[in-house]
């Protein structure tokens, strides 16, 4: 999904209030009470760490007093602070380096998939993406591209949220620097139809030359007028074939790929067995009826990926799945 959807959101901290106790007051000293005395007796695994993150973390029940919990004691609703909540869960906020080590490739060849949802399933609000994600997950987002060789999107994404040229800011230039990468990721663009712009600035203003895949039966005439500003690589006969795609990829020294959408890209992805991580963050809200979901295309088997991470930010969930080995 674009940065389009990683729209700001303004910071709302929550302060007790002076005189009577306010009913939600004594829901957190019941929480506390239950963490102190072992609430994963009562809440196993991963599910006790999401609702006790903080048991055992050495924060002093003087937090709490006649004023209520402190705000140290309640993030932000909104919040660019990503704490880990499973597994190792810490009250500290994470910083950039532990964040990335977070978000580290478990391998040196892997598609990782990026995506947020609302609570009730939609992958856009109003029809865009823009009004899912928070500070946290922006937050996370940029840093995905920091960690990626290359920046895989479909065509009908890329055009819906506005893709510009793919160049970070000086930043997440130097995390890329660090890491021994080139300052920006390269564009792959997945297109059958071959419906681009050669004269948009996502292509002549790319600070690295952008590469599309596409099929065999896609019109020569587009592909030979896309080839001056980018390199076309044709992947299968009447359907981009995304195995074969992601070895060429692989082979011209791109491994490590991110995928930023759109949903009939990854249900393409999931169709052909690609998918070897998803990122999904959990916006806080209810869409309602009307948005489709993160995935589209025609019916595959399901694949089943292992939990191996929890951070939150505020009230989104920043969840990631591996393929299971």
Request: aromatic share 6%; charged share 20%.
């Amino acid at each position: 999904m674009s940065s389009a959807r990683r729209a700001s959101a303004s910071a709302a901290v929550i302060t007790g209030q002076s005189g009577d106790v306010p009913v939600w007051y004594h829901v957190v000293v019941l929480i506390r009470a239950l963490s102190r005395a072992g609430s994963s007796l009562m809440f196993p695994g991963f599910l006790g760490a999401v609702m006790f993150p903080y048991r055992g973390s050495g924060w002093p029940m003087e937090d709490i007093g006649r004023e209520g919990p402190t705000d140290r004691m309640l993030t932000n609703v909104n919040s660019s602070e990503v704490r880990r909540a499973w597994p190792d869960p810490r009250p500290s906020p994470l910083d950039d380096a532990g964040l990335l080590a977070a978000y580290a490739f478990p391998a040196s060849k892997a598609l990782r998939v990026n995506f947020a949802t609302s609570i009730d399933g939609a992958v856009t609000i109003a029809g865009y993406s823009a009004g899912l994600g928070g500070p946290g997950d922006k937050r996370v987002f940029d840093l995905l591209r920091t960690i990626c060789d290359a920046l895989m999107v479909g065509a009908g994404t890329l055009r819906h949220e506005g893709y510009g040229p793919m160049r970070l800011d000086e930043r997440h230039r130097d995390l890329r620097r660090q890491q021994g990468r080139q300052i920006d990721p390269t564009l792959v663009v997945v297109s059958h139809r071959l419906a681009l712009d050669s004269g948009h600035p996502m292509f002549t203003e790319a600070p690295v030359r952008p590469i599309i895949l596409t099929n065999g039966h896609s019109p020569s005439e587009r592909r030979k007028a896309l080839s001056a500003v980018a390199d076309v690589l044709v992947c299968g006969d009447a359907e981009v074939d995304l195995r074969a795609a992601v070895t060429a990829l692989a082979e011209r020294g791109y491994p490590q790929l991110l995928n930023e959408g759109g949903p009939h890209l990854l249900g393409a992805l999931t169709a052909a067995d690609l998918v070897d991580e998803m990122c999904l963050t959990v916006s806080p809200k209810l869409a309602g009826p009307g948005s489709g979901r993160i995935t589209a295309g025609p019916a595959s088997p399901t694949r089943r990926l292992t939990l191996t991470q929890i951070l939150t930010a505020g009230d989104e969930l920043l969840l990631r799945y591996a393929r299971r080995t």
